[in-house]
């Protein structure tokens, strides 16, 4: 466990360890800037209201949400987000290429047959690269990491 305070004093934050809590979110974007709703996969047996944004209205998007048991991506979770989102957003123009790491949840045979009727090309990124490889990561979420972390230390 990393521990950031002033030695013999009280812990006041950790940067990681073994009991923290997952919020998994998965995000959609294409090479035109275009954005699709955000999956946020919280950690839990089911799915409460007060976990879901109460004014969506604000906003210029839509949340679609799930609950796992450790808050991870799982390939059920996974499987439903392509069929109910992502390929409704698609159009009609087709082959579409379709990018995403390499994790266990996104590599299953169901996801690779529904690609395949949709004619949707998969992409997929060697497991646990996308810090190197991924635009998102490296562009996006690395910014948005820091700032989050940076507010949670406040």
Excluded at 24 to 44: E, H, R, S, Y
């Amino acid at each position: 466990m990393k521990v950031v305070g002033a030695r013999g004093e009280a812990c006041t934050r950790t940067t990681y360890g073994s009991a923290k809590e997952n919020i998994t979110v998965l995000t959609t974007v294409n090479a035109a800037g275009q954005k699709l709703d955000p999956l946020i996969v919280f950690k839990g047996k089911h799915m409460y209201e007060q976990w879901m944004l109460q004014t969506p209205e604000k906003y210029d998007f839509n949340l679609a949400y799930a609950a796992s048991k450790r808050g991870w991506m799982e390939t059920d979770i996974f499987y439903d987000y392509i069929l109910k989102v992502f390929i409704p957003n698609l159009g009609e123009d087709r082959p579409v290429l379709l990018v995403y790491d390499g994790h266990v949840s996104h590599v299953d045979d169901k996801v690779v047959a529904l690609a395949v009727e949709n004619n949707i090309t998969i992409l997929n990124l060697p497991a646990h690269t996308s810090h190197l490889l991924q635009p998102l990561d490296l562009a996006v979420f690395k910014s948005f990491k820091t700032i989050w972390d940076r507010n949670l230390v406040k």
